[in-house]
């Protein structure tokens, strides 16, 4: 019987940022990300608002955080990280390095368009690639956030299953 059936889980997508560290990225341009990612039917684990990363004052605040940080890219199904600066936000690199390792399907979010690379191919180091095929990279690189719902990138098409 179909009607017994348990909803389909919606893929969860870690968002590395440092968005949050800014209260005007915080209003404006994070909400509007979240929205983009949402908008492929994923559920998004944005590391601010779930670990609340400015809490700064109990002991060990930080430790917990980080560790909380760790265990989302660890559970997400997979990342999208935001590259953007020169070079990219520390923590982001950690947490796209971390999600690397495990092979978790990995996208990029970068609309600074400044290059922070030796590199002809790639706009950034090429180790933040490193998650990513050898031909059709592209496909999991973002340069708007208008982009991110496009059928033609690799999201788009992984958030449906494929």
Known sequence: MDSDKAPARRKTVYLANAYGFSAQQRATVLPELVAALESLGLEVWEPFERNNQTAGLAPGWAYHVGQADVRDVREADAIF????????DEGVMVELGIAIALG???????????????????????????????????DYYYTSIGEIASPEKM???WAAGG
């Open 104 to 138: 978790k399907p990995t996208f990029l979010f970068r609309d600074d368009f400044r290059r922070a690379t030796d590199s002809e191919r790639y706009p950034l180091n090429l180790m933040l690639f490193a998650g990513l095929p050898q031909d059709g990279w592209e």
């Open 81 to 88: 990280a935001v590259v953007n600066g020169v070079p990219p």
């Open 155 to 157: 999201l788009a098409r």
